[in-house]
Structures are given as C-alpha cells and as structure tokens.
C-alpha cells in the first residue's frame, strides 16, 4: 500500500472539491482544475481534507496508481490556491527576451530571433531581458512550458551561456590545456 496515498490532503482557505464519480472539480482563488482519477481509487472529503481509498482486496494492484492520484490531487489543490512559477535566466552576451503580445521572442543567437507561442492558460513575464518568469495554476503546463524554452539553447559545459532554471548550477569543463611541447 502506498504511504503517499494514506496522507490526507488539507484544504487551504477558499478551496473547495466537488467530487462527481471519477472526476474531481476543484476551485479556488487563482482558478479552478479538473481531474480525473483512475478506476477503483476513491476520495473522501470531511474537516477540510481530502482523503484518497481503494477497495478492500485491490491494495496490491492499485498501490502506485494510489500514491500517483494522491500527488496529482495534491498539485491541483496546491495550483488553484497559489499557483506555481518557474525562473529562467538567459546567460550570454546579446542574448535577450522580450514580450511581443502573446508571443516570447528570444535572441539566443541564431540568424533570427525564435518566436514562442504563449498558451491561454499561462502568465509569462519579462521583468528584465535576461528573466523569464513563467506562472499559471497547472504545475504539469507551467513545467512543459518552461522546459520547451529551456531547450531553445541549453546551457552549454565551456562558457555556461544559454537558458537555464534560475538556481541552476552548470558544470564548466575546462578548456583545451596546452601540453609540455606546445
């Protein structure tokens, strides 16, 4: 049996589940999110916590699928209440972002800027042109989003230059040594 899953979910404050079959509702200050649980798995809501069940019998079969709908949940609670950010910094001379509408143009030195396509459901902000500050309530979407950016130019091993997570610590290899004879 899943010890994740046994743990009872709080509600914050303004936070309300409605639980219709399989499908979860929930609302909150920021917004409101769908989801869907598997099949046998069940919640419970009572004193302000949502508690997740399986049949008697099924333990076994439902174990990671418990721990897994118990952690999905516990992210939707966690969006529609405060929501979620990732920080990106743009490490390079000339390299830059900036805010077009709802598209991110970032000069990450190619030819042409590479132009991004901002979803609905997100907030991205450009507070200086090194930063990008993705927010929205969907923790799978504001991760994704973040990631794509991040592949636009990885940080590369010599020079460190590139888009990486705020915090994110790169490795730099040493460059070429010049041997005894040369």
């Known amino acids: 049996m899943s010890r994740l899953g046994k743990t009872p979910i709080e509600l914050p404050k303004g936070v309300t589940l409605d639980v219709a079959d399989r499908k979860i509702r929930a609302k909150g200050p920021k917004g409101e999110l769908e ?12 004193d302000g916590r949502a508690q997740l069940s399986v049949p008697e019998g ?4 439902l174990s990671a699928l418990y ?6 949940l516990a992210n939707v609670v966690t969006g529609v209440a405060t929501g ?4 990106l910094e743009i490490v390079g001379t ?9 598209k991110l ?3 990450i030195g190619f030819c042409h800027p590479v132009i991004v396509e901002i979803p609905k459901v997100l907030d991205v902000q450009v507070p200086t042109p090194t930063q990008i500050v993705v927010s929205g309530i969907d923790k799978q979407k504001v991760g994704d989003f973040a990631a794509n950016i991040r592949k636009i130019r990885k940080p ?6 590139g ?7 790169v490795k730099i290899k040493p460059g070429k040594q010049l041997g005894a004879g040369g």
């Open 163 to 169: 888009i990486r997570y705020k915090g994110e610590t």
């Open 58 to 61: 099924r333990e076994q079969e």
């Open 156 to 161: 590369e091993p010599y020079k460190g230059k």
């Open 35 to 46: 989801l869907e649980l598997h099949a046998g798995i069940s919640v419970a809501i009572e």
């Open 67 to 72: 721990g897994l709908d118990r952690a999905l």
């Open 84 to 87: 979620y950010t990732k920080e």
């Open 105 to 107: 143009e970032i000069q």
């Open 94 to 102: 000339g390299y830059l972002a900036k805010l077009a509408g709802n």
